[in-house]
């Protein structure tokens, strides 16, 4: 059974760095597109960053370019979201999705599995 499990959210000071972790069992990550979304109250769900099978390509929204970077460990099948720069504005709550496939895109109704979310708070 497909599972991912994240780690690492927390509370964190405005300009502090986190970085989150998402654990797959059951499936392989390396073969999939894998991708990062936020929900914050009342908000809809937002992709922040998607990465291809095999790592071949990735992208970001505009908000986070230059400040978080996705990355993927294929021997822990474990794909992970360096957050630095972060700002009360990334604060919500942090899920990692994996899709065989995606056609490029980057959001949520693409994406068919799904871990629980961990949640990140930016505040002073």
């Known amino acids: 059974q497909a599972q991912l499990v994240e780690s690492g959210g927390g509370l964190v000071q405005p300009g502090g760095s986190l970085r989150l972790s998402c654990a797959a069992s059951?499936?392989?990550?390396?073969?999939?597109?894998v991708g990062w979304f936020r929900q914050a109250p009342g908000k809809e769900r937002e992709g922040v960053s998607c990465?291809?099978?095999?790592?071949?390509?990735?992208n970001y929204v505009d908000s986070v370019k230059g400040r978080f970077t996705i990355s993927r460990d294929s021997a822990k099948n474990t794909v992970y979201l360096q957050m630095n720069g972060l700002k009360p504005e990334d604060t919500g709550i942090y899920y990692c999705?994996?899709?065989?496939?995606?056609?490029?895109?980057?959001?949520?109704?693409?994406?068919?599995?799904w871990g629980q979310g961990t949640q990140v708070t930016v505040s002073s």
């Open positions: 990465m291809s099978s095999f790592g071949l390509r990735t």
């Open positions: 059951g499936f392989v990550l390396a073969y999939n597109n």
């Open positions: 999705a994996a899709a065989s496939r995606t056609n490029g895109s980057c959001v949520a109704t693409v994406f068919s599995s």
